[in-house]
């Protein structure tokens, strides 16, 4: 819906992809890793190979994701089931305070307007775009 998509300045870059059902499929996958990973990570491969931490989800783990990321110099490290919780490393340090600071973003919302102003898919990147720019400084990346 392109109404999701006022609150994008034009310095910004921000990807968006929906599905009737709304869940993710393998194409979807091999389409991420083709027009957001790999470009955006191959100016960083000073030696050529990249890192990709992955689950054991079938929209990343399936012959044509796999045979691409090694014509594209990608190494997989495919975590095991049940572990994520344990083993990501982004969850702790970046995913948790976005969370958090996503939440808080919405909480303020809806307390500067008594309760009068419900959260909509339109005030979505309004709200997300600060929260991801706190969780994710460099400093939180680092650690």
């Known amino acids: 819906m392109d109404i999701w998509l006022n609150d994008l300045q034009e310095e910004d870059i921000a990807y968006f992809a929906s599905l009737e059902k709304g869940w993710s499929s393998d194409a979807y996958g091999l389409t991420w890793l083709n027009q957001v990973f790999d470009p955006h990570m191959k100016a ?6 990249r890192l ?10 399936n012959m044509a994701f796999l045979d691409w990321c090694n014509r594209l110099k990608i190494l997989i490290l495919i975590l095991p089931p049940h572990s994520t919780h ?58």
């Not at 960083?44 to 190979?49: E, L």
């Not at 990709?52 to 783990?61: A, E, K, M, R, Y």
């Not at 307390?111 to 969780?135: C, N, Q, W």
Request: aromatic share 12%.
């Open 52 to 61: 990709l931490i992955v689950d054991g989800h079938s929209s990343h783990i």
């Open 44 to 49: 960083k491969a000073d030696w050529g190979r």
């Open 86 to 143: 344990l083993l990501q490393p982004l969850d702790c340090g970046n995913f948790l305070p976005l969370a958090i600071y996503y939440g808080q973003g919405i909480n303020g919302i809806l307390l500067d307007s008594d309760g009068k102003i419900s959260m909509t898919k339109r005030m979505f990147f309004g709200v997300f775009k600060p929260a991801f720019e706190k969780a994710f400084s460099k400093e939180n990346i680092q650690s």
